[in-house]
T-cell receptor, first 115, second 114 residues
């Protein structure tokens, strides 16, 4: 009954490969996010989707392509992986109504290591 | 420019004692939302407490409470009666409005000693 679930949890891959991380939320939320946590544990937003539409795209290399087939799913595809892409990627979701500033709930993270 | 600043990279506390984590933020908005998240070694991001800027009353959740000083743009977290399970990285976060991104501070590592 996990609220925000991501797969895979761990991923080790070689430079130059293409990989995807999948995310699903069963909270009925209409907004989903991808955050990246680097080796210094700094967390930064990458993308945000509201009802399948992209609303935040934070200066992320175009090798990263999010896809939201429906409002319960937000996948992240990464092309031509580089060493610097090694990080923990968090999917998150929230239910937003005007003026609410609702809490964002996070998945368990996907630990990507590029070798 | 850094919106959220946590000036303490690490704080140590003995079991049953109290520790306070500091957080300051920068904003020109009058309405916004503040959060503390806990990240244990499992890396799971767990919401600890949240505060709406329009509320003057400080939020509390069991042993966790905040001191929200809007004019000073300060949002500290107090952990009372610390337990070994409180050992984790704690992140302060700011959210401007609905659909706004959550902006995090650099985190404070809390170490709990028996």
């Amino acid at each position: 009954d996990t609220a925000v679930s991501q797969t895979p949890k761990y991923l080790v891959t070689q430079m130059g490969n293409d990989k995807s991380i999948k995310c699903e939320q069963n909270l009925g939320h209409d907004t989903m996010y991808w955050y990246k946590q680097d080796s210094k544990k700094f967390l930064k937003i990458m993308f945000s989707y509201n009802n399948k539409e992209l609303i935040i795209n934070e200066t992320v290399p175009n090798r990263f392509s999010p896809k939201s087939p429906d409002k319960a799913h937000l996948n992240l595809h990464i092309n031509s992986l580089e060493l610097g892409d090694s990080a923990v990627y968090f999917c998150a979701s929230s239910q937003d109504v005007p003026g609410s500033g609702n809490t964002i709930y996070f998945g368990e993270g996907s630990w990507l290591t590029v070798v | 420019a850094q919106t959220v600043t946590q000036s303490q990279p690490e704080m140590s506390v003995q079991e049953a004692e109290t520790v306070t984590l500091s957080c300051t933020y920068d904003t020109s908005e009058s309405d916004y939302y503040l959060f503390w998240y806990k990240q244990p070694p499992s890396r799971q991001m767990i919401l600890v407490i949240r505060q709406e800027a329009y509320k003057q009353q400080n939020a509390t959740e069991n042993r966790f409470s905040v001191n929200f000083q809007k004019a000073a743009k300060s949002f500290s977290l107090k952990i009372s009666d610390s337990q070994l399970g409180d050992a984790a990285m704690y992140f302060c976060a700011y959210r401007r409005n609905s659909w706004g991104k959550l902006q995090f501070g650099a985190g404070t590592q809390v170490v709990v000693t028996p």
